[in-house]
């Protein structure tokens, strides 16, 4: 059973925050109009609260002496450390293999996203 996790307005694109179901804490990031993620909010290093941090994007693989910016804003940063996750995948932009957030499967139900 679906549970609501927030409402659709309650984030602008581009925005995360920290929102609660029966107890646990969830990063919520919205990054479009439509695609929303949630993330366990607890960053692995030291244990910041992720949804309070910030999307931003990151640098692409590039030729020398190129810098091709993008991604925005599917990089969430720790607000203490800045340790960035991807916010698709809840991986580690630093350690991919090694460090990672839990990715919880989130979806639309009229103007509410919930927890699938």
Same mark, same amino acid.
């Given at each position: 059973?679906?549970?609501?996790?927030?409402?659709?307005?309650?984030?602008?694109?581009?925005?995360? %925050?920290?929102?609660?179901?029966? %107890?646990?804490?969830?990063?919520?990031?919205?990054? !479009?109009?439509?695609?929303?993620?949630?993330?366990?909010?607890?960053?692995?290093?030291?244990?910041?609260?992720? %949804?309070?941090?910030?999307?931003?994007?990151?640098?692409?693989? !590039?030729?020398?002496?190129?810098?091709?910016?993008?991604?925005?804003?599917?990089?969430?940063?720790?607000?203490?450390?800045?340790?960035?996750?991807?916010?698709?995948?809840?991986?580690?932009?630093?350690?991919? !293999?090694?460090?990672?957030?839990?990715?919880?499967?989130?979806?639309?139900? %009229?103007?509410?996203?919930?927890?699938?």
């Amino acid at each position: 059973m679906a549970q609501r996790l927030c409402g659709r307005d309650d984030l602008e694109p581009g925005q995360c %925050g920290v929102f609660t179901v029966e %107890g646990r804490e969830y990063a919520v990031a919205r990054t !479009s109009a439509d695609d929303f993620y949630a993330l366990r909010n607890r960053c692995p290093h030291q244990g910041a609260p992720l %949804g309070l941090g910030y999307l931003t994007g990151t640098f692409l693989p !590039s030729e020398v002496g190129e810098y091709n910016y993008g991604r925005e804003p599917e990089i969430l940063r720790c607000p203490w450390h800045r340790y960035e996750y991807d916010v698709t995948t809840g991986r580690s932009l630093h350690d991919p !293999s090694g460090c990672r957030v839990a990715v919880y499967k989130v979806a639309l139900n %009229g103007e509410d996203v919930v927890l699938e």
